[in-house]
């Protein structure tokens, strides 16, 4: 039994003191071959792409996307609302859709992801969203997988707009910030 169990031991030794001296970790030391950070070789490396390249990936296309505007309730008749409570008011939403194959990366340079205002029959602002809300000025990104949507919701208080609401047609205008091409518009109509 020591026949077979002294040279296994003393090549398990020979094994280790090679496999720790292979080991040379140094923080200091340069281990990347000078290759690795020339720009002007052939090799694939994210700190070497052409610009364009990554423009054309990253560029969102507007026709990739279907924008709606809801607004509810429509019709909305002013004696049922005033009967409710007494601050009534109108619920706006939009949505982006993705029908694309892609993910899109949707960036924004303030906190505002939309905007939306409503205007009545002559072209009069009844009620902008942006005179309402203040944004941060910190960019901002959102993805959109293939066949996911963004969804923005606000209620709108009949408190807040800048005429009262009288019956006629009404259009309300959205639109994604930051992408003037991502916009719906729908009608609503004011019953007495």
């Known amino acids: 039994m020591r026949r077979i169990l002294w040279p296994f031991l003393c090549w398990i030794s020979l094994i280790a003191f ?11 030391k340069d281990n990347q071959p000078p290759s690795f950070w020339d720009t002007n070789s052939n090799h ?7 610009p364009k390249r990554i423009q054309r990936a990253n560029a969102v296309d507007p026709k990739s996307f279907d924008s709606t ?20 008011s109108i619920k706006v939403s939009f949505s982006v859709h993705n029908h694309a194959k892609k993910t899109y990366t949707l960036s924004f340079p303030t906190t505002q992801r939309w905007d939306f205002r409503i205007l009545n029959a002559t072209g009069g602002v009844v009620y902008a ?4 809300h203040e ?39 959205a639109i994604l910030a930051n992408y003037p091409e991502m916009n719906a518009k729908a009608q609503f109509t004011v019953q007495p």
């Open 44 to 50: 694939f490396s994210i700190f070497n792409g052409d």
């Open 135 to 173: 944004f941060l000025q910190t960019t901002g990104i959102s993805m959109v997988n293939n066949d996911d949507k963004l969804v923005y919701v606000e209620s709108v208080d009949f408190n807040d707009m800048n005429m009262p609401l009288s019956p006629g047609t009404y259009t309300v205008q």
């Open 69 to 88: 505007v809801l607004v509810s309730p429509n019709p909305l008749s002013l004696k049922a609302l005033m009967a409710v409570g007494p601050n009534p």
């Open 18 to 28: 090679q496999a720790a001296s292979a080991l040379d970790i140094n923080p200091s």
């Open 129 to 132: 969203y942006t005179d309402d």
